[in-house]
């Protein structure tokens, strides 16, 4: 990329050529010693006269007028300079070198200046842009998956719009959220950037994980940091235009969802314990019908669009980035796509020598439709999980065309794509985000910068039922829902870095940060719309009063002040140190302030002196922090006792609608953190290993206190909890030539979650209608009857008494137990493979996750045959009990399934996240014209194969207990993209 970008540098220097009495011209040609090939963009300059220069073209070759006593100065970006005096010579053939520190990766982990990669004392991972751009999904977080250490992401829907949930070491809290800090262009954000925004504007992804990169974070680092850093330009460069489009279509990555019988197979069923009769059997069985319900509700090929178009370059002391782009996927659900349009400006200018700057400017348009009856938790039959798995294969839905009927012979119900199409329902949100900055530098070292960042989007949803919807003809419905979120944050730095004798370095933050924001939500509803082409709120003869859920207006503030000190001797010896002091509006007026310190330190060992012969090994370093953040995700007004209104018998009265509690404060996270990093051959080969211990104490947890109360729980600073672990970053580079380069990187990850306090002293608090339990000294689990087989005598089911080992057939409550089964995994990772042989590239990433369990509520319904006699049953029903001495774990015809562990399945998974095939037409090939700099053509495919024995519709659902939830999508897609 160095390559392509230092070509334009050329077009600069063009005119640059100024004649101080030349007496003749000198040739030559510049090449990477590395690959011998041509180096465009390399900048050549008289010494002493930097007004006299050119710049090589596209083969490396140069020429400039000199005079005899000239000495050329070549530089390049990542490559080191060279001085050639040009006494006696025509011609010149000049090499040039990569310099490792050049080439060293700058990361922004924080406020400040960045730093380079290989100074920062804390636990952080870096994501680069070509993880990101050109996927076939509007989630960036999702290519995330398996790339990190310590990082989970799960993405738990396929509806093209869906975010996913992220967790970093671990669940800190137990009610409070656990998601990560988002932070764009050093402005705190939402999650929602990561599927509103466009992937390709990113340059990088920052993963901060221990006390020493986020405790400078402080009030909301508690769960780590997610810091992206959008592109820039560079300036003195000639402008580069890319132009990228990619075409692509998804199907269900999993079409056996609990294996449903087919059509045969359940006529015998039915027919044996007496559900159908034998006219009935006959007659299906001559239909010849044998419909794949999964085929019906999913469909299959749907396409997805993307087109991205971007400008990069700069000036003299100006540089720029603007963006654009356009976004379409279409889901296999019937009636969901989601659809996308952004645009992004980023500028930096240096106005004077001591002034800088710049503004960040991003705005997005997009439009989601949601599937009305596929979704997690939706039992509906119109839905595609319940409808694949119950419908009786031999009714037939569709006519002699292929088409799907509007009514379904049979089940004698509306077909789903006619209730959605008189159903239809859409939001649309338009998001700004926007960052616009002041930096002074009045002396060497010290810089003075004020930024301000908002964050605001509108959002706005309709929701009809049309006057010809079958069961209220000429009663047509219409929602519509309009919220406003503004979020603003002003922040103030100085920092001044200076060093003693080239030895002793050190940098000196203070700030200060001020975040505001306010969430407004109203909405209306009217019926009895009577023509489904006025269907606006006006048309209703009726309005109807919206509850509090559709009507909103709440507001949270933080105050914070902090500072930060780095210092390194040597290259050898680094330390830092962090305080902030923060104030949130959702804590009482009492417990509002809470201060947070960090402190890391690290040992450069390779830099030490008795390592100078060490020449196999390229790095080794230690690194050990230990820091405190906080946790304030809770609601806004936790901490107040409210009073709202209501209604009671037509009439309005007040309530007290929150209990408060004026003591409620900051749950507070105390990390520490130690680590290893082993690079050997030249960095061939590299390890990094960290151990890790995360303890929440005061945890933010809704307590349960007496029904009498009027209430049923009120938040509360109690509970402790911990989290351990290591992990683990393996990366080899298998193979490493002019032609060839073959890597592979690894990641692993342990956490043990335990919880080590609870409310009132107890040492178990069970939660059956959530399924989990809260347990000392162990971690959150599923809690329900452990089912403990059929016994082979009569097919009866039986369940392991409490405490015993003892088994009972009398199914109830009082069965009930913590079943050892967790809630969240403890194990996860991934691999990625590179593979380059001169323009053509491949890339696949694997991730996996092990002991994962997810309760499959969908399975109750698929065998469940005394239950559910009329609809198709899973396969499994086929193994079912039938006479003594069978071994089965399906209970005799009659017995009704119960929930207990049976239904909990080992849903851990192996996932081919993403695969790339790119090809990069050869740059001789482009000679003959000017226009086009480099074609690359691309193919991508997403969820590939999976390997899990979770017998559900999809097992990186990140839930304790699922159905009806909407599968993840395979998809492929190819593309092009042109730099001119």
Not at 121 to 136: C, F, W
Not at 374 to 383: A, K, V
């Amino acid at each position: 990329m160095r390559k392509l970008i230092g070509l334009f540098v050329f077009l600069t220097f063009v005119g640059m050529q100024i004649c101080f009495a030349q007496t003749r011209e000198i040739t030559g040609t510049v090449i990477d010693k590395n690959d011998k090939s041509p180096l465009p963009g390399v900048s050549v300059l008289i010494k002493g006269k930097s007004a006299v220069g050119t710049a090589t073209d596209v083969n490396g070759k140069f020429s400039l007028k000199v005079n005899e006593t000239d000495v050329l100065v070549f530089s390049f970006i990542g490559m080191k300079p060279q001085e050639i005096a040009v006494r006696g010579k025509k011609s010149l053939q000049i090499e040039m070198e990569p310099t490792t520190e050049a080439l060293e990766e700058i990361v922004v982990i924080g406020y400040g200046s960045g730093k380079k990669i290989g100074t920062i004392v804390g636990s952080v991972t870096k994501i680069s842009d070509d993880k990101l751009k050109a996927r076939p999904s509007a989630n960036a977080m999702d290519a995330l998956q398996g790339q990190v250490a310590g990082l989970q992401v799960y993405t738990s829907s396929g509806e093209p719009s869906a975010a996913s949930s992220v967790y970093l070491r671990g669940v800190g809290s137990l009610t409070a959220g656990n998601a990560p800090l988002y932070v764009l262009d050093g402005i705190p954000v939402t999650s929602n950037v990561m599927t509103t925004m466009n992937s390709n504007d990113f340059e990088s992804i920052t993963v901060l994980k221990d006390a020493s990169a986020t405790s400078i974070y402080g009030s909301r680092a508690a769960n780590g940091v997610i810091y992206i850093t959008t592109k820039k330009g560079k300036k003195s460069e000639k402008a580069i235009l890319t132009a990228s489009g990619q075409y692509g279509f998804s199907s269900l990555a999993n079409k056996d969802i609990c294996s449903p019988m087919n059509a045969k197979q359940l006529l015998d069923h039915q027919l044996k314990y007496n559900i159908i009769s034998q006219e009935k059997y006959d007659e299906y069985s001559a239909s010849g019908v044998d419909t794949k319900w999964v085929d019906y509700f999913f469909e299959k090929n749907v396409p997805t669009y993307q087109v991205n178009v971007d400008v990069t370059g700069g000036g003299e002391k100006t540089s720029y980035y603007i963006s654009g782009s356009y976004f379409y996927q279409e889901g296999t659900a019937p009636m969901s796509d989601y659809e996308r349009y952004t645009f992004r400006s980023n500028t930096d200018s240096q106005v004077k020598d001591w002034l800088r700057i710049g503004t960040n400017l991003s705005g997005s348009y997009s439009i989601t439709r949601n599937s009305g009856y596929t979704y997690q938790r939706s039992n509906s039959l119109n839905g595609g999980i319940f409808g694949t798995i119950l419908n009786p294969p031999y009714y037939n839905p569709y006519d002699e065309q292929g088409n799907k009927l509007d009514v379904i012979p049979g089940l004698n119900r509306y077909s789903p794509d006619f209730l959605l199409k008189k159903q239809p329902s859409s939001s649309n949100r338009a998001l700004f985000n926007g960052m616009v900055y002041v930096e002074l530098s009045p002396l060497k070292g010290l810089k003075i910068r004020s930024q301000a960042g908002m964050e605001a989007y509108d959002w706005r949803s309709t929701a009809k039922r049309l006057p010809s919807y079958p069961s209220s003809l000429g009663n047509g419905q219409t929602t519509e829902r309009f919220a406003r979120n503004v979020m603003r944050t002003i922040t103030n730095t100085i920092e001044y870095s200076f060093d003693i004798n080239e030895l002793h370095k050190f940098t000196v933050l203070a700030a200060h940060e001020g975040v505001d924001s306010k969430y407004q939500e109203f909405g209306s509803r009217t019926s009895g719309q009577n023509d489904d082409r006025l269907t606006m709120l006006e048309s209703g003869t009726t309005a109807q009063l919206l509850s509090k859920d559709y009507n909103d207006d709440s507001a949270y503030a933080y105050l914070s002040f902090f500072g930060r000190i780095d210092y390194s001797f040597n290259n050898k010896y680094f330390a830092d140190f962090s305080v902030r002091n923060d104030a949130s509006s959702r804590f009482g007026k009492d417990n509002r302030h809470a201060t947070f310190y960090s402190g890391g330190l690290m040992w450069n060992v390779k830099n030490e002196d008795f390592m100078e012969n060490a020449n196999f090994l390229s790095t080794l370093k230690l690194k050990g922090s230990v820091g405190s953040t906080g946790n304030s995700s809770i609601g806004n007004y936790d901490h107040l006792a409210l009073v709202g209104t209501s209604q009671y018998n037509t009439q309005s009265g007040w309530i007290v609608s929150s209990p408060g509690n004026p003591q409620l404060g900051w749950e507070k996270q105390v990390l520490s953190n130690v680590g290893l990093e082993v690079g050997f051959i030249e960095n061939r080969y590299r390890l990094e290993f960290t151990y890790y211990n995360r303890k929440t104490k005061n945890m933010l947890i809704e307590v349960p206190v007496p029904y009498t109360s009027g209430f049923e729980t009120i938040m509360q600073n109690i509970g402790e909890m911990t989290n351990s672990g290591v992990e683990l970053t393996l990366g080899l580079d298998l193979v490493k030539n002019n032609d060839w380069f073959v890597g592979l990187t690894a990641t692993y990850s342990y956490n043990k979650n335990k919880i080590t306090k609870l409310f009132y002293g107890y040492q178990e608090w069970p939660m059956p209608a959530q399924t989990l339990t809260y347990k000392v000294g162990e971690p959150l689990q599923f809690y329900c009857a452990k089912y403990a087989g059929v016994d082979p005598a009569d097919g009866a089911p039986m369940w392991y008494v409490p405490g015993t080992n003892e088994t009972t057939k009398e199914y109830g409550d009082h069965l009930d137990q913590a079943t050892g089964y967790t809630r969240y995994a403890p194990h996860s990772g991934g691999i990625n493979v590179n593979a380059r042989w001169k323009g053509l590239s491949v890339s696949a990433d694997f991730s996996w996750v092990a002991g994962k369990y997810m309760l499959n509520n969908d399975r109750y319904f698929a065998e469940n045959p005394a239950a559910f006699a009329g609809y198709n049953q899973s396969k499994r029903i086929l193994n079912m009990w039938e006479k003594p001495g069978d071994k089965t774990d399906i209970p005799a015809f009659g017995h009704v399934m119960q929930f207990d562990t049976h239904l909990i399945e080992d849903a851990s998974f192996m996932r081919l996240k993403n695969l790339t095939v790119s090809y990069e037409i050869p740059k001789n090939w482009l000679k003959r014209q000017n226009v086009i700099n480099a074609v690359r053509v691309f193919a991508n495919g997403r969820n590939l194969f999976t390997i899990t024995d979770y017998m559900g519709a999809d097992p990186e659902l990140d839930t304790n207990l699922t159905y009806g939830a909407y599968p993840n999508s395979r998809q492929y897609s190819f593309g092009a993209e042109i730099t001119f």
